[in-house]
């Protein structure tokens, strides 16, 4: 996508780069980040949650939730009894909404062409800006698929070259890890799935993840790194590990991934329970199908209460594979001889509804998410912004020897993704690669 900066809105008066960074490039940067983003922008937006708290791991929220309305309908005869009502069972959850943070950060020769020419300030905005918002969007989006933990997988070897990472986002068996990742990304490895006793060192990515082979490649291995460590992204001072907002795969769940999701246990509210398919029982055939589509969005309805999912994200493979199931019965001949091959957006009429079937990049090829987007939303507390407490949003930067010539600056944005109903939902698992 082309990158935005707001400069059309600068006007001829530059009046100090950090003012002008602030007041004219949050909104863009936010809008680069909802363009590049497939699974976050398709979701809706929650509006009304109560603020309960501030915390050091963030802001906590309460979530409302009416599982049932209560009993009080009976049958009488004349002159009968009235019955007695139930009470509706009505309960809340929290959740914390975690904070997303990017940096941008340029050297001090840049920096100082800047503060006297406004056009090296908008060629460095024009280029870094959105690819830093595209990193920012790759990793929300990858946030949005997961299951909170931080975990993005974990290594089968540790030579530092094309190791193979597995288990995605933790998950026994889950390929497709190497998705996950960019080239670039500083990531810190663990022992233990909670992050803690990391391993010293960094290990940054050194070149574009192979995606078919599943194998990464780091410019260093972190000091007793062993094989099944777990991949977080981290630096030196920090380990990105249970910090994560909540995603699919811990929302239209049954415990198998969350057993507790946003304060509520499973086993007690079995309606947080979501409709899992094993796409390879039945006459499924491991195929995203017509089939499969109806069967599961028939389970969100029938044991959903009523639930409608309108959304079905999944993998490119899932995406080719329904259309691949489509093509056979649905050929039209053109007697001018006038072809044209391949495919545009791909929906399934589900009774009175249009379902739209996208694909998302950092899916896992295994699995497809029905998504009724009455029941799963996305949380947002303010508007994302560069930090600017101190008075300047470029703060040179330090370390322990002393101040470098370079200058750094910081976006945080407050996010999360909240369950209303996950059994309004479905997901398939076992997809086969088409």
Request: glycine fraction near 12%; charge should be neutral.
């Amino acid at each position: 996508m082309a990158g935005t900066t707001g400069l059309g809105t600068a006007g001829s008066d530059f009046g100090g780069l950090g003012d002008a960074l602030k007041q004219n490039y949050d909104k863009p940067f936010e809008n680069n980040m909802e363009g590049e983003t497939e699974v976050w922008s398709a979701l809706e937006k929650a509006e009304g949650f109560e603020i309960t708290k501030e915390a050091g791991d963030g802001k906590g929220i309460i979530i409302d939730h009416t599982f049932s309305y209560g009993g009080g309908v009976y049958m009488m005869n004349e002159n009968d009894y009235f019955g007695g009502s139930a009470q509706p069972t009505v309960v809340q959850s929290t959740t914390t909404v975690p904070t997303l943070a990017a940096v941008a950060q340029m050297s001090g020769r840049v920096m100082r062409r800047m503060g006297s020419d406004k056009v090296a300030f908008a060629n460095w905005a024009e280029t870094m800006l959105p690819k830093r918002a595209k990193r920012a969007a790759f990793h929300l989006d990858r946030q949005v698929l997961g299951t909170g933990t931080g975990i993005i997988g974990r290594m089968s070897a540790v030579t530092g070259t094309n190791d193979a990472i597995t288990a995605a986002f933790g998950i026994s068996g889950l390929s497709g890890a190497a998705k996950l990742l960019q080239r670039g990304d500083r990531t810190r490895w663990s022992p233990n799935a909670n992050g803690s006793s990391p391993r010293t060192g960094l290990a940054e990515i050194a070149s574009k993840p192979n995606i078919t082979s599943g194998t990464i490649s780091v410019l260093a291995v972190p000091t007793s790194a062993a094989s099944n460590d777990y991949v977080f992204l981290g630096d030196t001072q920090i380990v990105s590990a249970a910090k994560d907002l909540m995603g699919l795969e811990g929302i239209i769940d049954d415990g198998t991934n969350v057993s507790t999701l946003q304060s509520l246990s499973r086993s007690s509210y079995p309606e947080f329970n979501a409709q899992i398919i094993d796409s390879t029982s039945g006459t499924f055939g491991a195929v995203l199908s017509e089939e499969l589509i109806d069967y599961a969005d028939s389970l969100a309805y029938e044991n959903g209460d009523g639930g409608q999912p309108n959304l079905i994200i999944a993998s490119r493979s899932g995406h080719r594979s329904f259309w691949k199931s489509l093509k056979a019965d649905r050929v039209l001949s053109n007697p001018q001889g006038v072809y044209q091959g391949g495919k545009k957006a791909l929906e399934m009429v589900v009774g009175d509804r249009v379902v739209k079937v996208v694909p998302c990049r950092k899916c896992p090829d295994s699995r497809a998410y029905g998504i009724d987007t009455t029941a799963i939303k996305r949380v947002e507390i303010g508007a994302g912004g560069w930090v600017n407490t101190t008075g300047a949003v470029f703060k040179q930067v330090s370390d322990s020897t002393g101040y470098q010539d370079a200058y750094v600056a910081h976006y945080i944005r407050e996010v999360q993704v909240v369950a209303y109903d996950p059994s309004k939902c479905w997901k398939a698992t076992g997809l086969a690669s088409a």
